[in-house]
């Protein structure tokens, strides 16, 4: 089957195209489609859009959690060719559970002699899987029952539409590449990988920068199509998300569709820079929701104030925006655009353009005094 990547930008609307799929596939026919995401904010927002559109969710299109999916669809099923006992849940890890105080844990290798370890993908219990090992289980299980979590799928579902694939990494794309080569079954991947804040583990196998990714969709032969268009953000606000990833060389230039301003927000349109001493000013006359990188950041600013985490705001759409930008953001900001390139991860760099993307008519960033932000207009009281 022709199977296809969609790179959307910001605010394109990329939740509403996927909805739009699903109910054009099912429509005249019994097609089963299954659709998956990884947070389950997203999973809640395309299940409303689609009972907006037809009142109820077809019983033909199933919604489930990445997560879910590995566990109920291919773990479960054939898991006894590596388990036996079943394995009842997940277990979130925010780092890898075998490591502590930076030193592997003994006991903790994936295999005990011939035999595979419980304690590699199980918690002390054996009863749930470490999400950071989740997908490396699923493979695993894949093999050892030759393949037929995988060829299963194909007589379950027509087509699987997986939404936020920029936040799959590494053991994941060994599913996704298992998944490609079905003869009937039909993927169609889609995401931003500007947006890439969070990932489904924390594991070191590759793909798991933005360009790797890319290269494996195209070494699968997934056809590439571009979404680069934005509902959200004015021109302005799109043109300098734009320049956060432009060394990459992947993405189009972003084109607003935002063109029919209301006209309280006419008189202040892009991108701006705020010293420290008039942002209370800006709050008074703007108020702006506030974007910063964790709670702990300017309590005393944001105290009163609208106020989001860069992680929390990802998908969410604000008038106004102020942010208060990290130090790597702000060197980008002084001119060092290669100042994320040593990272270790996308977050930092993902978070600048997530955070610059949530505004529809402003954004400003506060700076200090000694700053000289490039490009950007300086915003006085009056």
């Known amino acids: 089957m022709s199977n296809k990547l969609v790179l959307a930008s910001a605010g394109a609307g990329k939740s509403q195209m996927i909805v739009k799929d ?4 099912v429509k005249d026919s019994s097609s089963k489609i299954l659709i998956l995401t990884y947070t389950e904010n997203n999973q809640k927002e395309i299940l409303d859009k689609i009972c907006i559109e037809k009142k109820y969710l077809p019983s033909n299109i199933y919604i489930k959690g990445w997560f879910s999916f590995l566990l109920e669809d291919l773990i479960r099923p054939y898991q006894n060719c590596i388990f036996e006992n079943r394995i009842l849940g997940v277990f979130f890890n925010p780092s890898d559970p075998h490591m502590r105080n930076g030193r592997m844990i003994s006991g903790r290798g994936e295999k005990v ?16 899987v470490h999400t950071t090992y989740i997908s490396k289980l699923a493979s695993r299980i894949n093999k050892e029952s030759k393949g037929k979590p995988i060829a299963r799928l194909e007589q379950i579902y027509d087509s699987i539409l997986i939404d936020e694939v920029q936040d799959l990494v590494g053991w994941d794309f060994d599913l996704i590449e298992k998944l490609s080569k079905l003869e009937t079954l039909s993927i169609t991947c889609v995401g931003d990988f500007r947006q890439t804040i969070y990932t489904t583990n924390i594991g070191t196998k590759q793909p798991k920068t933005n360009i790797e990714k890319l290269n494996k969709f195209k070494n699968l032969g997934f056809s590439i199509e571009n979404l680069n268009i934005s509902w959200r953000c004015v021109q302005s606000i799109c ?27 006419l008189k202040h349109l892009g991108v701006f820079a705020i010293k420290q001493e008039h942002v209370k000013n800006y709050l008074e006359l703007y108020k702006p929701v506030i974007l910063r990188v964790s709670k702990s950041t300017q309590k005393e600013l944001c105290k009163g104030n609208s106020n989001v985490n860069f992680g929390a705001s990802k998908g969410l759409g604000f008038e106004r925006v102020l942010i208060i930008p990290t130090d790597k953001q702000k060197k980008f900001l002084l001119g060092n655009y290669n100042v994320f390139d040593k990272d270790k991860t996308e977050k930092a760099k993902s978070s600048l353009y997530v955070a610059i993307t949530r505004a529809k008519y402003s954004v400003a960033f506060i700076y200090d005094d000694e700053d000289e932000l490039i490009d950007l207009e300086r915003w006085l009281p009056n």
């Open 22 to 25: 699903a109910l054009d596939l």
């Open 113 to 128: 002699g011939k035999m595979y370890n419980e304690l590699h993908y199980l918690t002390k219990n054996k009863d749930r």
């Open 239 to 265: 043109d300098f998300a734009d320049k956060v990833h432009s060394a990459e060389g992947i993405y189009k230039k972003t084109e607003s569709m935002n063109t029919d301003i209301p006209n309280e927000y």
